[in-house]
């Protein structure tokens, strides 16, 4: 077992955002003491440290991620489909918008409703290819990016893939995400 430096205690508090303060305050010790833990100055006892490494992984467990709510089941058209197809597709699921992946099934961007409305006086909107009125502008995140950085995100994008080991596992709207920032 490695027991982690004063500089790991130190990154890994400020990575959960956390001030030495509460930090001291949920391991039940003084924030003078978190303190000089951080600054090297004392080694801790082991039950110390262990306390401040459980508030630290308590902390961390409150922490919302991509994982915790996106959705897995993915529907999705490919960009050759014809708009028709996205059009049936988010009828049928109720959905306002729809990942466009490639043929591999890598996600290359979306098509929402807002596109479909600003398209409908092209001629034969229904049999144009998705490719010639989605949205390229996509944003790609792992399981274990932080609902923060994804809220940040969705200021600018209308959902969020979730993409693990190069395959898109899930999708993240601001619906998803509604119901667990405080």
């Known amino acids: 077992m490695q027991l982690p430096t004063p500089k790991d205690l130190k990154e890994r508090r400020i990575e959960l955002d956390l001030t030495q303060s509460e930090l001291a305050d949920a391991a039940d010790v003084s924030q003078p003491l ?9 080694d801790p006892r082991l039950s110390t440290l262990g306390r401040i490494v459980d508030a630290l992984n ?15 089941s993915v529907e999705s058209v490919r960009m050759d489909d ?21 043929e591999t099934g890598a996600p290359v961007g979306i ?8 398209h409908r006086e092209d001629h034969d909107l229904e049999e144009l290819p998705v490719a010639e009125i ?13 609902l923060d950085e994804i809220n940040a995100q969705l200021d600018y ?4 893939f979730v993409k693990e080991r190069g ?12 119901t667990h920032l405080g």
């Open 157 to 160: 994008q209308k959902a969020v």
């Open 167 to 178: 395959e898109m596992v899930g999708i993240i709207t601001e619906a998803d995400i509604a």
């Open 111 to 118: 098509i929402s409703n807002g596109d479909i409305r600003q």
């Open 134 to 146: 989605m949205n390229e502008s996509i944003t790609i995140v792992g399981l274990d990016t932080t």
């Open 82 to 102: 014809p708009v028709a197809r996205a059009i049936d597709i988010m009828g049928e699921a109720g959905y306002s918008q729809l990942p466009v992946v490639s």
């Open 34 to 42: 978190i303190a000089r833990i951080e600054g090297g100055d004392v």
């Open 58 to 72: 308590a902390a961390e467990g409150e922490i919302k991620r991509a994982e915790d709510v996106m959705h897995t």
